[in-house]
């Protein structure tokens, strides 16, 4: 069973916009990742963010992570066409042996 | 580095052939996975190995076998395809280094339709 939900399912906005995606995780982790699929291609890992961090920045990929609400975001502030793609949260499950990946939420920047 | 890398890219099969998906790894990652991508389904484990001649069940594991033989290669295999099997198929790997803190690296993909 996935072990992370994303929502949306789908979310389309215009370039400039801000783009949010949630995520929401069944079990305790140690970590929580985002990875990034473009169409017809596998998926490229964008920044993980620790249990014990809150928030992670890097460019313009904003995380947040609220484990009690077993919980997490993903911004990506000023968006641009190219950041059209599905994204996916995933966690460590099974002795940190694979990670479980939900359903992606895809994203569309229009120009 | 190549990278992770997947042979074929597409494929047709029949109901009832067989076939083999390769998976390549120039990064000399200890783990590798077999995932299976189908529209709202997300990303799905079939098999995956910790390391050299070791193989585990995933989540969907059932019509698979999966071969390690060399620490660079792992293979898919598909004895009697069934239409059920049309998907999309990714290799990742990762390192065992850092523990929790490594990431997965994935292949492109291999399209596999089955008539």
């Known amino acids: 069973s996935q072990q992370g939900e994303e929502d949306p399912q789908a979310l389309s906005i215009q370039e400039g916009e801000n783009a949010t995606m949630n995520c929401s995780y069944k079990?305790?982790?140690?970590?929580l990742q985002w990875y990034r699929q473009n169409s017809g291609r596998g998926l490229v890992h964008l920044i993980l963010i620790r249990s014990n961090e809150r928030e992670k920045h890097s460019g313009r990929l904003r995380v947040t992570l609220d484990t009690s609400k077993k919980s997490s975001s993903l911004l990506i502030t000023a968006s641009r066409a190219a950041d059209t793609a599905s994204y996916f949260c995933?966690?460590?499950?099974?002795?940190?042996?694979?990670?479980?990946f939900g359903t992606g939420t895809r994203l569309l920047v229009s120009p | 580095n190549a990278g992770v890398t997947q042979t074929p890219k597409f494929r047709v099969l029949k109901t009832g052939q067989s076939m083999t998906l390769l998976c390549a790894q120039d990064m000399n990652h200890e783990y590798m996975y077999w995932y299976r991508q189908d529209p709202g389904m997300g990303l799905r484990l079939i098999h995956y190995s910790v390391g050299e001649g070791t193989t585990a069940k995933g989540e969907v594991p059932d019509g698979y076998n999966v071969s390690r033989l060399k620490k660079q290669n792992f293979l898919l295999g598909l004895e009697s395809a069934a239409p059920s099997q049309t998907s999309v198929y990714f290799c990742?790997?990762?390192?065992?280094?850092?523990?929790?803190?490594?990431?997965?690296?994935f292949g492109p993909g291999t399209r596999l339709l089955v008539l």
């Open positions: 990742a790997s990762r390192h065992n280094l850092a523990g929790d803190q490594e990431t997965q690296y």
């Open positions: 995933a966690t460590w499950g099974g002795s940190f042996q694979k990670l479980v």
């Open positions: 079990t305790s982790i140690n970590n």
